[in-house]
């Protein structure tokens, strides 16, 4: 219970980066190809049009492990107090926001890459606190 409280803030963020980037990518794995239309549809326009499986791909994999390792972050920061696990998940989910942002902002969704700066301040705040 004493890692609970010590670490209130640290276990609400990975909560919420779980809950982020595991539905994600669930979703992304049970709508391949709703995902993946859509996401054509809004880079073709861009140099980014040809790319758009394998980097879908790539953010699946990202998002999918982001989750898991703040998972097991989360696990460890409970049971043994350990932060190393949680701090290498919110590194990676940070990294994964910054793809998407990066996508939105070549895209010119810029109302899209708002909506991803505002997930990667309590992800880059996480990373932060880990460090301390």
């Given amino acids: 219970m004493e890692n609970i409280l010590n670490n209130a803030a640290v276990i609400l963020i990975l ?3 779980i809950i982020t980037f595991l539905q994600s990518g669930i979703d992304k794995i049970i ?7 859509w996401l054509q549809g809004h ?10 499986p394998v980097l ?5 994999l990202t998002e999918v492990i982001s989750g898991v390792l703040c998972f097991v972050g989360l696990y460890q920061i409970i049971t043994i ?14 990294i994964a926001l910054l793809m998407l942002l990066f996508g939105q902002r070549i895209a010119k969704d810029y109302d899209g890459a708002r909506t991803i700066a505002i997930y990667f301040i309590p992800a880059i705040f996480l990373v932060y606190l880990l460090q301390g």
């Fill in 15 to 17: 909560l919420f980066l």
């Fill in 81 to 94: 107090g350990e932060s190393t696990i949680a701090l290498y998940g919110a590194i990676l989910s940070c």
């Fill in 31 to 37: 709508d391949w190809k709703g995902n993946l239309g």
């Fill in 56 to 60: 879908l791909a790539i953010i699946l």
């Fill in 43 to 52: 880079f073709k326009d861009t140099p980014l049009k040809s790319m758009v």
